[in-house]
């Protein structure tokens, strides 16, 4: 697989999000069933992990890979189906519903600190408070 820049694949990730979440609106407002939804996501999901597991060289499986790839699957299921929820709610505005799900940046700056030892440097922390004020704001009615 060509490097790309972790730059360049986190503003996809960005773009590809938000079109995701108008697009996943789009469905939900025109009575499209979510047990269609999640199967569907979940084949295309399975469909680019089969293409990246043949795209290495050599791919490496142990047992606690596979105990944990297990578990941040259910973690991604989950989230599907609570993101399917909102998203079908036709009294959730994304403008609002999804800057509360944004706030997993503060979960996430959390935990890297806290078990992968990463640095918290003031200028770190402001941009994290500052992101959580930016998406309180967006979420405040």
Known sequence: M?????RIA????????????????????????????????????????????VSYREVKITESGVAIALVMGAMVGLSALLTAIVYA???????VAVPIMSMSMIVTAAIAVLFLGEQLTPVKALGVLLGAASIALLAWQ
């Open 10 to 53: 986190s503003l996809g990730v960005m773009l590809l999000v938000g079109v995701f979440n108008v697009i996943a609106r789009k469905f939900f407002e025109q009575g499209e069933d979510w047990r269609i939804f999640i199967p569907i996501a979940a084949v295309a999901c399975l469909a680019l992990i089969a293409y990246f597991a």
């Open 89 to 95: 709610n036709k009294a959730a505005p994304l403008s």
């Open 2 to 6: 060509a490097y790309i820049d972790w």
